[in-house]
């Protein structure tokens, strides 16, 4: 592999010569020892040296790719400790994605796009990672606005955990008519005559929402491969270099979770995977997690792909439901499922997490934790955690605590904010989740996203709402006093996931002894304008010592990939998360950037002029309604 040329650094033969030398760099380890540095050395997929120029010189041999960061701000590699990246995988080549789109108007000019080249059987399809409040014109498409984008061609939008919108194509493929019933928990909305309008309402279950995305076509083979290959290159190209995969409903095992392994197996994978188990059918939980305790171990794998432990659910009865725009669901009573599953793990020496939106969830839980540590259970050494949490209270925190469990928190709210906060008032917003609350009790809380069917997978999106308290509509929510710094915000993403997976020895610092796992940003994380941190990337990502991810002066220095596949992707046309560059929001350009919004509004107003007129609602030539503007 080729390297950037590099005064200074003179190859020679010399026995342990590093596979990969970075210098000239502003290093944060994140190791307390040794915080900053200017250059690393990588051998065997370890980190050999860390220091200056003099400590990696003599370890440049004929082989050595020499990576000159150019002053560039280097980081461990960054690690989503909530991240579905198995589903995402198999699904992302078909998703166009909405990620970062700034305007309604934009995403709709996608849309149709798509659909022109998209293929008859198959449907358009965005799945996740947006929210209305990202959009200047602050809304929804319309199930009209579908029709009319791609009137033959089935399209499915989900928005969070609370909505999808169909087109009448997409109601026809799925079948749903008058005559369909809604199912439990969900709502198929009607017209006056009974007939869906292409709205579906999670009341507040997403299982509708999920259950009806289900029906449309899936990839097969090889593309299935060449898919989860793109996505791993995607995360790669955000710094990310591990993720611990929270399962989720309709990932079945081990059907499912074939695709990651034959690439791990053929050392095809870019990001290191830890994973759960999620047993997939109510009333069978206790079956599955018998037949898997007798099969696998957590910790079996490697360091790319191993077993981490069971959930997010261990029984379907016990999990809240998320959508905020909905009341906080009443649980039945589930405790004594609950309780043997948990008996079952914890006297197996099995880990786990589990999905637990609120505090009233979360108290059922630990009672139960705490029948069982009467008998010695807990604490034991079992890694085990909440998702979630954002109404977890100061005496579960404490509980939490007592009984040795961890926490891992998500940006869901970066994107469901508003809602949650006309729902349960500015006081409970401003520490939902209570992060700095947690870190005081000296918890183990580490950071991921909860992607891909919610918030988006960009780690920086994520950083961002930690250190600002901002969402992705730019509303301040959480005060300073439940914000942390970027540092603190960063180790959240690095050794905190790395200690939920057992692995904060060798992962999530720059320290000899570690994996070679890093990230050469953009812009400099510590230093940019707070606005400016989601719009940092990677330029270049390492994992193990392999350049995985390389873009500006150093494209061409990572692994190729396979085209992607079909060729009428969305990926292949738009490609992922769709960057918008620095904001313009602060100082020089303001006027310029709202100029830009107020255009892209006006331009939203017209199209809606135009609806009306064409449903006869309105004139085409409408006389101004105020007598001012007649003098």
């Known amino acids: 592999m080729s390297a950037m040329p590099v005064g200074g650094l003179v190859p020679r033969a010399v026995e342990n010569a590093a596979d990969v030398v970075v210098r000239n760099a502003k290093i944060h380890t994140g190791d307390a020892r040794r915080p900053r540095a200017g250059a690393l050395a990588i051998r065997d997929g370890l980190i050999t040296a860390v220091g200056d120029e003099a400590d990696v010189a003599p370890l440049v041999g004929p082989s050595t790719t020499v990576v000159d960061a150019l002053g560039r701000r280097v980081v461990p590699g960054l690690n989503d400790s909530h991240l579905h990246v198995i589903r995402g995988g198999l699904n992302y080549v078909l998703?166009?994605?909405?990620?970062?789109?700034?305007?309604?108007?934009?995403?709709?000019?996608?849309?149709?796009?798509?659909a022109a080249?998209?293929?008859?059987?198959?449907?358009?399809?965005?799945?996740g990672g947006w929210s209305a409040e990202q959009f200047a014109e602050r809304r929804l498409p319309t199930p009209s606005e579908l029709n009319e984008a791609a009137p033959d061609t089935p399209v499915f939008v989900l928005h969070l955990y609370q909505s999808a919108i169909l087109n009448r194509a997409a109601l026809k493929a799925v079948g749903y008519t008058k005559d369909t019933p809604d199912p439990a928990g969900g709502q198929i909305v009607r017209g006056r005559?009974?007939?869906?309008?292409?709205?579906?309402?999670?009341a507040p279950s997403a299982l509708i929402l999920y259950s009806t995305l289900a029906k449309a076509p899936a990839l097969e083979g090889e593309d299935r491969r060449t898919s989860t290959r793109?996505?791993?290159?995607?995360?790669?190209?955000?710094?990310?270099?591990?993720?611990?995969?929270?399962?989720?409903?309709?990932?079945?095992?081990?059907?499912n979770y074939a695709t990651v392994t034959e690439l791990a197996r053929e050392g095809l994978l870019s990001l290191r995977i830890a994973y759960?188990?999620?047993?997939?059918?109510?009333?069978?939980?206790?079956?599955?997690?018998?037949?898997w305790i007798e099969t696998v171990r957590p910790g079996d794998g490697d360091e790319w792909l191993r077993l981490n432990g069971a959930g997010e659910n261990l029984t379907w009865a016990a999990a809240d439901f998320e959508n905020f725009a909905e009341p906080r669901p009443e649980l039945t009573p589930y405790e004594g499922e609950f309780e043997k599953a948990v008996r079952l793990l914890m006297e197996h020496g099995w880990g786990f997490r589990l999905h637990a939106t609120y505090d009233e969830t979360i108290r059922r839980d630990l009672a139960v934790f705490e029948k069982l540590a009467a008998e010695g259970l807990f604490p034991s050494g079992n890694r085990w955690l909440f998702d979630h949490a954002e109404t977890v209270s100061p005496d579960s925190l404490d509980r939490i605590a007592s009984l040795g469990g961890s926490l891992s928190v998500q940006?869901?709210?970066?994107?469901?904010?508003?809602?949650?906060?006309?729902?349960?008032?500015?006081?409970?917003?401003?520490?939902?989740?209570?992060?700095?609350?947690m870190l005081e009790r000296g918890l183990t809380v580490a950071a991921g996203t909860d992607a891909t069917r919610v918030s988006s997978y960009n780690p920086w999106v994520a950083l961002h709402w930690l250190v600002s308290g901002r969402t992705v509509g730019g509303l301040t929510i959480r005060p300073p006093g439940n914000r942390v710094d970027r540092a603190t915000a960063l180790a959240m993403y690095t050794t905190a996931g790395a200690a939920l997976t057992g692995e904060q020895d060798v992962k999530g610092v720059l320290r000899p002894g570690c994996y070679g796992d890093l990230a050469v940003l953009s812009h400099d994380y510590f230093t940019v304008p707070e606005q400016e941190i989601p719009h940092i990337e990677s330029v270049l990502t390492v994992v193990g010592g392999r350049i995985v991810h390389a873009a500006a002066e150093y494209e061409g220095m990572d692994e190729e990939l396979?085209?992607?596949s079909p060729a009428w992707s969305p990926v292949a046309h738009f490609g992922g998360y769709q960057a918008s560059g620095p904001t313009l929001a602060q100082g020089a350009g303001a006027g310029a950037r709202q100029a830009e919004l107020l255009g892209q509004v006006v331009a939203e107003s017209e199209l809606h002029h135009r609806w009306r007129v064409g449903r006869g609602l309105a004139t085409e030539h409408q006389q101004p309604f105020d007598p001012c503007f007649l003098l």
């Open 95 to 114: 998703e166009l994605r909405w990620d970062g789109v700034t305007s309604l108007r934009h995403a709709l000019a996608m849309l149709r796009d798509q």
């Open 117 to 127: 080249r998209t293929p008859k059987g198959q449907w358009v399809r965005v799945v």
């Open 193 to 202: 005559g009974g007939e869906p309008n292409g709205m579906l309402l999670a």
């Open 230 to 255: 793109h996505f791993l290159r995607e995360l790669n190209r955000f710094g990310l270099t591990s993720a611990i995969d929270a399962a989720g409903g309709f990932q079945s095992f081990p059907e």
């Open 276 to 291: 759960h188990l999620f047993p997939q059918t109510p009333g069978q939980e206790l079956d599955d997690l018998t037949r």
């Open 411 to 437: 940006n869901r709210l970066s994107f469901q904010d508003e809602v949650f906060t006309r729902r349960y008032g500015p006081g409970v917003a401003a520490d939902a989740p209570p992060v700095r609350a």
């Open 562 to 564: 396979p085209a992607v």
